[in-house]
């Protein structure tokens, strides 16, 4: 199959970055705890949530409740996260360009439908403020980083597309504490959305220390 000009010149462009050895064993490292994240939220939260652990039953109630907007929020959440490590894949670009538009596509209407699903579980809620931060930072970098992909500006979209996974995995990242009595029965909803804050600022702060880390550890000559 003959590629068209521009899918050669985003190839071409995406080849003359050459990975180091230490920088794909740290971006395997990197998945590996992710992936070990993800599997320890499943286990300890929507696991137990199905069997009705005692200090989730409050929470189960209202899950229940709000079944017609956590589904498409879930789903949506699912497949960003999903997506997300497929399109990091130099080999898949590579090999499928066209595959990784696609998904592409998916990510950004899934990230509009969690967003908008996110936001409306919450109103009426002391969670809102919270959740509407994520969302408009989720929002915020991933149409970025779509604008990014348009204009070939490969380099800028790779860094817009890292932030906006960034947000997209604070939805595992901020339940890690769920198993913490006292994140349930002391810290409150208000409190509770001022962490969810914490971990967006704080998830986004990090990916961009990670993509200049370089500039700020070397001195130029």
Not at 108 to 117: A, D, K, L, P, Q
């Amino acid at each position: 199959m003959r590629r068209t000009m521009e899918e050669v010149s985003v190839m071409m462009t995406e080849e003359t970055v050459v990975p180091h050895p230490a920088a794909s064993k740290f971006k395997w490292l990197l998945w590996s705890a992710l992936g070990i994240t993800v599997l320890f939220v499943f286990i300890t939260s929507e696991v137990l949530l199905i069997t009705d652990y005692p200090m989730y039953h409050a929470y189960r109630l209202q899950v229940i409740s709000d079944r017609h907007l956590l589904v498409p929020h879930t789903l949506a959440g699912t497949l960003a996260l999903i997506i997300g490590p497929l399109n990091f894949s130099s080999r898949l670009r590579h090999r499928w360009l066209k595959l990784h538009r696609i998904l592409g596509r998916i990510y950004v209407v899934s990230v509009f439908v969690g967003s908008y699903t996110g936001i409306a579980l919450a109103a009426g809620r002391p969670g809102l403020p919270g959740t509407s931060m994520q969302s408009a930072a989720w929002i915020v970098c991933t149409i970025a980083a779509w604008i990014t992909a348009r204009n070939r500006q490969i380099v800028q979209h790779r860094q817009w597309m890292a932030r906006s996974y960034a947000v997209t995995f604070t939805f595992v990242s901020s339940r890690v504490l769920n198993l913490w009595p006292r994140y349930w029965s002391h810290l409150g909803d208000v409190l509770s959305a001022v962490g969810v804050i914490a971990f967006t600022l704080a998830s986004i702060l990090i990916v961009d220390l990670g993509l200049n880390w370089h500039e700020l550890t070397t001195r130029r000559k």
